[in-house]
């Protein structure tokens, strides 16, 4: 049996990125040559574990800064 497949299939939604943000994105995955879905995964995970831990507000004010 392949490793690419998961018990669980992965959910896609859509997501609004303004210009820049999208532009650092492709550049970032262009570099590294990481898929774009990789590191929003592993973004998206980053963000919810530090929200787990800290709390949204710790976290809100965090990106704030």
């Known amino acids: 049996m392949s490793s690419n497949i998961h018990a669980t299939p992965y959910t896609q939604f859509p997501l609004r990125l303004d210009h820049s943000l999208h532009q650092r994105f492709n550049n970032i995955a262009a570099s590294t040559k990481i898929p774009k879905s990789i590191l929003g995964r592993l973004g998206i995970t980053k ?8 709390g949204i507000t710790t976290v809100l004010q965090e990106l704030e800064q």
């Open 47 to 54: 963000l919810l574990n530090e929200i787990d831990k800290k």
